[in-house]
């Protein structure tokens, strides 16, 4: 059975960084697009970044990198600010894919993110 598995969420304050951890289950980078996605409260789900296979990948504040022993994806995010407050979902894709929720069929349960100003 795939799986994807997020932990990492919590509270911190405006400013500081965060790493969420993807641990996946039933699959591994190979052939697979993995992505980061968040919902505030009121607002669709939508991207952050997203990669195929194992690359990273840095964009702004925000960077997505793996560790294939652990099986495992990270989001690192640096100097965070309140509207990042979100909850935030690990999901894969087998295949290439653009990175777009409609894309991916495999979705963690996702982890609250909460920035404090």
């Known amino acids: 059975q795939v799986q994807v598995v997020e932990s990492g969420g919590g509270s911190v304050q405006a400013g500081e960084s965060l790493r969420l951890s993807c641990k996946l289950h039933?699959?591994?980078?190979?052939?697979?697009?993995l992505g980061w996605f968040r919902q505030a409260p009121g607002q669709e789900r939508g991207p952050v970044l997203c990669v195929y296979e194992s690359t990273s990948y840095t964009e702004g504040r925000f960077s997505v990198s793996s560790d294939a022993a652990q099986n495992t994806l990270y989001l690192q995010m640096n100097n965070l600010k309140p509207e990042d407050t979100a909850v935030y979902y690990c999901a894969a894709h087998l295949g290439f894919s653009q990175c777009r929720v409609i894309d991916f069929t495999t979705w963690g349960q996702g982890t609250q993110v909460t920035v404090s100003s």
């Open positions: 039933g699959l591994t980078f190979n052939g697979y697009t």
